[in-house]
């Protein structure tokens, strides 16, 4: 059993009976109540899901593990030379809530090399698609391609027991996350660089391959490390880690909820945020003949957007009410790196602009920017400039915090997810009742 397996084995010895507890002595404890407008309104805030990878306090941002972002980025390990830590240490760090030390950190990185040999079919069917096809669309259909590899799939009808799940899981995730750069660089290439693909470089650490690939000199591999980290997991009622949780309750294994929870990032409230973004500010810049506008200039496109029925992308939050602190991690970035970027000083002014209007509108809960608002300037600056693959990298990340709420689920013995659902009719009668 490799270094990581084994941690978290133990760590599970020592969760089950936590969980086992709760629900045997505890079951009938209430711990919140539902109004009409949650049942309608998208269950907003309904405390209903359990996960200890990462905590979102709507003032302060995500946590993970108990970590903010900044402690994340001082305290684990960090790849020689570079500002960012190693993606393979803070997966393992997500996985088992300890900060690894340097040989922690490279057995992760031996183990993701051992298993990152894409099949050759999965290229196949990407380069079959037709070559319009959405990147969201070609990635997740790769990984989807991929779900004959499972080894969950193949155990369960083996007689694994329940108790055992959790490991079969941790195998195909591992499995998959190691492929990931690979295929998503892939995509890239063949997509917007005339299909002349990069081999990967195993000497090379996940982010700073996954740059290599990408063809992309440094620092792009620290903006790689960095956007993967920011991007893993935001507690789990977000569209994409929750759309994996619940396909993995029905025991998908992790190929089927890993494109499923890819599916709901592509959707542009959500992770399409980011290229919904880059396609607004370019709509911006063209009016403006590649000025950056005044105030006043800026206020206007805002308002002339809202006016015509759509949202400001890459402002506003279901749970988050404060500026992203992903936000901030990406803003302290740019002003380091690229502080007189003209895609990036466009941001900067919006930071000034919007909070204040979606205010005055009076609609939006949260006017402060979110992650996606500063994403796509960062990967232009760089040379990416095709913002249809954002949230490819977007869903790299993510599916580091999924797989790891999955492989707990299953550790933890979390049941087939099954709300109920009620009539409008039923909702009628109760709030009349409620009134007489
Ligand atoms: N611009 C204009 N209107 C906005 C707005 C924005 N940025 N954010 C919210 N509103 C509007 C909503 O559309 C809603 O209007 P209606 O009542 O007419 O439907 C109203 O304000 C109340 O919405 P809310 O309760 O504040 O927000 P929700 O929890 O319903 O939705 C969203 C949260 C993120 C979907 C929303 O803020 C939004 O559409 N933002 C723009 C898209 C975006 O940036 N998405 C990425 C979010 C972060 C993320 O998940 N990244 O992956």
Known sequence: MSGLKQKLFERIQTER??????????????????????????????????????????????????????????????????????????????????????????????????????????????????????????????????????????????????????????????????????????????????????????????????????????????????????????????????????????????????????NGLAGPLHGLANEEVLRWLHGVMETMGGKVPTEDEMKKFVWDTLKSGHVIPGFGHAVLRKTDPRYMAQREFCLKHLPDDLIFKYVDLLYKVVPPILLEQGKAKNPWPNVDAQSGVIQWYYGVKEYEFYTVLFGIGRALGVSSNIIWARALGYPLERPKSLTTKMLEDAANNKKS
């Open 17 to 262: 009976p936590r969980t086992e507890r709760l629900v045997k002595e505890f079951g009938n404890v209430k711990v919140d109540e539902v109004t009409v407008s949650q049942i309608i309104g998208g269950m907003r805030d309904i405390k209903s899901l359990v996960t200890d990878i990462s905590y979102l306090d709507p003032f302060e941002g995500i946590r993970f593990r108990g970590l903010t972002i900044p402690e994340v980025l001082e305290k684990l390990p960090k790849v020689p030379n570079r500002e960012m830590p190693y993606v393979e240490g803070f997966f393992h760090f997500l996985l088992t809530g300890e900060i690894p030390s340097a040989q922690e950190v490279e057995e992760v990185h031996q183990e993701f090399n051992s298993r990152k040999d894409v099949p050759e079919y999965v290229f196949d069917i990407i380069r079959a698609m037709p070559r319009d096809s959405h990147p969201m669309t070609m990635f997740a259909t790769g990984i989807m391609s991929m779900q004959r590899e499972s080894i969950f799939a193949k155990e369960y009808h083996k007689d694994l027991k329940k108790n055992d799940y959790w490991a079969a899981y941790y195998e195909d995730a591992m499995n998959l996350l190691a492929k990931l750069p690979e295929i998503a660089a892939f995509i890239y290439r063949l997509k917007y660089r005339d299909g002349n693909i990069i081999a990967g470089d195993p000497h090379l650490d996940f982010g700073g391959n996954f740059a290599h690939m990408m063809g992309i000199d440094k620092p792009y591999d620290d903006v790689s490390r960095l956007y993967f980290i920011l991007h893993s997991d935001h507690e789990s009622g977000n569209v994409s880690a929750h759309t994996g949780h619940l396909v993995a309750s029905a025991l998908s294994d992790i190929y089927y909820a890993t494109s499923a929870m890819l």
